[in-house]
């Protein structure tokens, strides 16, 4: 019988280890699926997308200055770098991620960057290479219990849709050496456009991603000017109350985060003091304030952060509402309770939400 048990134990290694071999990165000779070229900013011949993500509204933070160490540690228990100079900037944001050809140096590919956005009129505003970027010069978006990175100030892997092991995760989690970056500006129609180019060699690989070992990538980030839609309809108090009284809970799309963050954003206070209107009017009601969020990202992550953010909620209710602390607690699903599919940007959008559930 132990033998047997062995034996299923050896099996089930190897078919694990086959599975994850035939998830290896390789040379790729298309682009991903359903990626495209920035209308703003052309690729480095013979480049190829590996990696690529696209929306129509967010914020970003462009650093203008190099990163330096905080106090705060991130959800892998690393230490955040950020610039002490940078700009805000809302608009759509385009991510595009390449591979570029072998024997291509990222100065090189840094400098033909560079030498587009000035050629579109633009300029750059602040670029550093190496340790002078601040923060660890060896990660990409992957790594715990050290120093945070630059790339890990724009994603982390946690937040990749990219499946392990494929050539889109490979790009962004390897080991990297020879780091060069830039912020730069490009006039557009309706104000200024905005890119973020980091360029590296992947010094290691791994068993899994070693065809891209040696190989310089490029990170493109390009935020667009653009106008929010504005098409947010706030819940009254007496509506939520004949929700909750006919289906337990009520869906608020009112209460919104920047990206990867817990902090409510001012937008928010029409949502939230008709909560606490709600709850005055009722002060027998006992509710939970419940997270959600959409499937970008990793499980686990997704399920803290929908965590935080309700939290947050709930402390925003007693500190500026006077709501008693005992009438409220919270709760973070994640993506694990959606109300659309989560394969478009208007599904996702619906699964991004609080709930107020009756808890009495």
């Not at 590996?50 to 330096?68: K, R």
């Not at 002078?132 to 060896?138: N, Y």
């Amino acid at each position: 019988m132990r033998f047997r048990k062995i034996i299923g134990v050896a099996i089930g290694g190897l078919l694990l280890t086959c599975s994850l071999a035939a998830a290896d990165a390789t040379s790729p000779t298309n682009d991903v699926k359903g990626a495209a070229d920035s209308r703003l900013l052309p690729r480095y011949q013979g480049s190829f997308i590996v990696g690529y993500e696209h929306q129509q509204f967010t914020d970003f933070n462009l650093p203008l200055s190099i990163l330096e160490k905080t106090d705060r540690l991130d959800a892998s228990n690393n230490y955040v770098f950020a610039p002490k100079t940078s700009r805000d900037l809302e608009g759509q944001l385009t991510r595009l991620v390449y591979l570029l050809p072998e024997s291509r140096s990222p100065l090189e590919v840094l400098r033909n960057y560079q030498d587009a956005v000035t050629k579109a009129g633009g300029e750059v505003l602040w670029q550093c290479k190496g340790d002078d970027c601040g923060g660890s010069s060896r990660r990409s978006a992957a790594g715990g219990g050290g120093e945070t990175s630059l790339t890990m100030h724009f994603f982390t892997e946690k937040t990749l849709k990219d499946p392990a092991f494929s050539n889109g995760a490979c790009a962004v989690t390897s080991t990297i050496a020879d780091q060069r970056y830039f912020s730069g500006r490009l006039p557009v129609d309706g104000g200024d456009a905005h890119v973020a180019v980091q360029t590296f060699t992947i010094a290691n690989g791994g068993p899994y991603c070693n065809a891209f070992t040696n190989r310089t990538v490029a990170i493109v980030h390009v935020i667009e000017p653009k106008a929010r839609d504005k098409k947010m309809v706030v819940v009254r108090a007496e509506e939520m109350a004949k929700v909750i009284d006919t289906a337990g809970r009520v869906a608020l799309y009112g209460i919104l985060f920047d990206t990867d963050k817990a902090e409510l954003k001012p937008e928010s206070d029409a949502a939230l003091t008709e909560i606490g209107a709600l709850l005055k009017s009722h002060p027998g009601l006992a509710v939970v304030i419940v997270g959600h969020t959409d499937n970008v990202g990793a499980f686990d992550y997704n399920i803290d952060l929908s965590k935080r953010r309700a939290a947050a909620v709930v402390a925003t209710l007693v500190k500026r509402f006077q709501v008693a602390a005992d009438r409220l607690k919270s709760a973070g699903v994640g993506m694990v309770s959606p109300t659309a599919p989560n394969t478009s940007e208007d599904g996702r959008a619906k699964n991004r939400r609080v709930e107020v559930v009756r808890l009495n």
